[in-house]
């Protein structure tokens, strides 16, 4: 696998609006639909294959729940479905109601989304406040996959994220020492 860091985007940048189809439901859903009465928005793109995004896959899932009805969550998969059929929609319906996600899981074929939010990575996210300014862009936790020379013993536990959430529902500021997310890279078609 291979191993890519999130760009760090700066902080305060306003999310970019993108309106997309969620793989579930069928129906179109943008930003700020998903934003709309929430204390922020995380927009997290991940896929069905990186095995970075199966290591947490679980953990999002769990965000999910714990999160519901306080922060906008959303997913996105960007990956060259032509290359990589792995992560088509079918299959991210399938990873969706599999681990049970509550937020919408949205297909970017064009790409435009993730050039837009200069997603690199799989997984990478972007926590935004009530006035979509960019708060948090980095890593879920320290838990790294195993497999490679990358791994370790550390549990998936959403630390980091969950910390920058619980900032963002108190009115607070996350962090500003933040780490790279780390994942495979996002797969751009040619």
């Keep these: 696998m291979s191993k890519v860091q999130s760009t760090m985007v700066q902080l305060g940048t306003l999310a970019p609006a993108f309106e997309l189809v969620d793989v579930v439901s069928g129906g179109a859903v943008g930003r700020d639909d998903v934003a709309a009465d929430q204390k922020g928005l995380l927009v ?17 899932a769990r965000i999910g729940v714990d999160y519901e009805g306080k922060i906008g969550i959303v997913a996105i998969s960007s990956n060259d479905t032509v290359a990589y059929p792995q992560d088509g929609p079918e299959e991210m319906k399938a990873q969706a109601q599999r681990l049970g996600f509550r937020f919408p899981y949205l297909f970017d074929e064009t790409q435009e989304v993730a050039r837009a939010y200069d997603a690199v990575c799989t ?27 990358f791994g370790n013993d550390i549990p998936v536990t959403g630390k980091d994220m969950r910390a920058a959430l619980d900032a963002v529902i108190a009115g607070k500021r996350p962090d500003t020492n933040q780490r790279n997310s780390i994942g495979c890279n996002i797969k751009w078609k040619e």
Excluded: T
């Design 44 to 60: 997290m793109f991940i896929c069905v294959h990186c095995p970075y995004v199966r290591y947490v896959e679980a953990e999002l």
């Design 123 to 149: 997984p990478d996210f972007f926590l935004f406040d009530g006035e979509m300014k960019l708060v948090y862009r980095g890593q879920l936790d320290d838990s790294r996959p195993r497999r490679g020379e």
